[in-house]
């Protein structure tokens, strides 16, 4: 009972205050919010990242691929290239498929595609996975090079790769942004891969846009 009543009582406002500073300083003063206010793409975000570790010594490689993404949607591709190059270089994190394909699509909006080639070219063979050829073809196709893009899809047709009608659609999107219709189902010959809501509606616009009403037709009894 003594020892209850030496006890001083909790002042409340001032351990809000306390609080409300902490989480300020430490919730609040994220990496990202470091860099989200530098717009300029021509100047760098790496000495932000370099005093983030200096101060803090930790960094997430979640948290790096976070704001990779929310870079990539306000169109900030230099610095989120960037960040994905410190990202190995610099905390040697190891890089995931996913990682790999998200830089090819960060190098092609940068510095264009022959720079794309040269990092998919001397990538060590075991990275070039599955989603790493759908990125090179992703390439290929934002630039409309459509010889180049069905050369990949042989390839990875030849390994095994496609299994879904991923790489199908983005080649017969190509054809038909390109107007070379009458290759538009030639992707899809010799393959059993179910076709999904992508596939239809890519062929259906495209027969209405050379205004073939069979090839409609077609689509239609398929869709049915």
Request: aromatic share 10%.
């Amino acid at each position: 009972m003594k020892l209850l009543q030496s006890l001083k009582p909790i002042n409340l406002i001032a351990f809000r205050r306390e609080f409300v500073n902490f989480y300020s300083t430490v919730v609040k003063d994220s990496l990202y919010r470091r860099i989200s206010p530098v717009g300029d793409p021509n100047i760098s975000v790496t000495p932000l990242l370099d005093q983030w570790v200096l101060e803090s010594g930790l960094v997430q490689q979640d948290e790096l691929r976070h704001i990779i993404k929310e870079l990539r949607v306000y169109k900030r591709f230099k610095h989120a290239l960037e960040i994905s190059k410190w990202m190995s270089d610099k905390r040697y994190f190891p890089l995931s498929t996913a990682d790999i394909a998200t830089r090819m699509n960060l190098i092609l909006r940068v510095h264009g595609l022959e720079q794309v080639e040269d990092y998919f070219n001397n990538m060590p063979s075991q990275l070039k996975r599955c989603q790493v050829h759908i990125a090179l073809l992703n390439c290929y196709a934002h630039e409309k090079y459509a010889d180049k893009a069905n050369a990949v899809l042989q390839k990875i047709k030849e390994m095994g790769f496609a299994k879904t009608s991923l790489p199908y659609n983005i080649t017969m999107n190509l054809y038909h942004q390109i107007g070379e219709f009458e290759r538009l189902d030639s992707p899809l010959k010799e393959t059993d891969v179910d076709h999904d809501q992508f596939t239809y509606t890519t062929r259906l616009s495209a027969y209405a846009t050379a205004f073939d009403f069979t090839g409609i037709e077609k689509i239609m009894e398929q869709m049915e």
